[in-house]
């Protein structure tokens, strides 16, 4: 029966989105399955501000090793598949993969099949500088032909700034999303983008519409979440 798989979710990068991806997942699922029941999820919510340490510095394999502690933990207590919601953790998922000891879900696959499905060729990417400007984060787009356009450096800095010192401590700003909105509106006007992908999985806390300066948005918690869900209600082979 579907009721009885068993997802397993690397949360705490960080807790704000974490909480949504939770809410996301029961929303969903419900809507799939109106019959009362709910989701049979785990979620192992590691230390953000080591992780985010070793985001700063470049380090992918201590990253992948407390990813796949992590995940290690979720099969043990009989998770089926896992998957990280995060999207800069991301940095470690090649170190990650080979060594898992159950299939994963990669939110990266899910943000390029959606772009993919929906027409996109040419989308904006608002995140952190290591998603922004890794090359983990580009390598499945580049793979599917999808031109991605980053913002000028000075708007980059920006938006790195207001990820960690706002967003993932918890805060919300007006004038940070209408600053966001601006910049994503000069760069329709100057780039022609037909997207706009938001590489990380609080930025949708902050823009929360599904277009902006009427182009269509990619919130990869909801297109993640989707993916998930997927698995959770298919019946087994």
């Not at 009885?4 to 989105?17: C, T, W």
């Not at 785990?42 to 992780?51: E, K, Y």
């Amino acid at each position: 029966m579907t009721g009885d798989r068993l997802l397993g979710i690397v949360g705490g990068v960080g807790p704000e989105s974490t909480i949504d991806y939770y809410r996301s997942l029961v929303a969903e699922y419900q809507r799939r399955r109106p019959d009362g029941s709910f989701p049979r999820v785990l979620i192992n919510s590691v230390d953000a501000g080591t992780i985010f340490g070793h985001m700063l510095a470049g380090e992918r394999e201590p990253i992948g090793e407390i990813l796949l502690g992590a995940v290690r933990q979720l099969a043990a207590a009989g998770a089926g598949v896992a998957a990280i919601a995060s999207v800069a953790t991301h940095m470690g998922f090649a170190y990650l993969q080979p060594r898992s000891p159950i299939p994963l879900i990669s939110i990266l696959d899910a943000i390029c099949g959606a772009a993919v499905a929906q027409g996109i060729r040419k989308p904006a990417l608002f995140a952190t500088r290591m998603t922004t400007e890794g090359a983990f984060f580009a390598e499945p787009f580049e793979r599917a032909g999808i031109e991605l356009v980053r913002p000028d450096e000075p708007d980059r800095a920006w938006i790195h700034e207001i990820y960690m010192g706002e967003l993932v401590r918890g805060e919300f700003r007006d004038e940070s999303r209408a600053r966001l909105i601006e910049i994503a509106t000069a760069l329709r006007d100057r780039d022609a983008i037909d997207g706009l992908i938001l590489g990380g999985t609080e930025l949708p806390l902050l823009l929360r519409e599904p277009t902006v300066a009427g182009i269509p948005v990619l919130d990869p918690s909801r297109i993640h979440v989707e993916v998930l869900v997927d698995w959770l209600v298919a019946d087994p082979a």
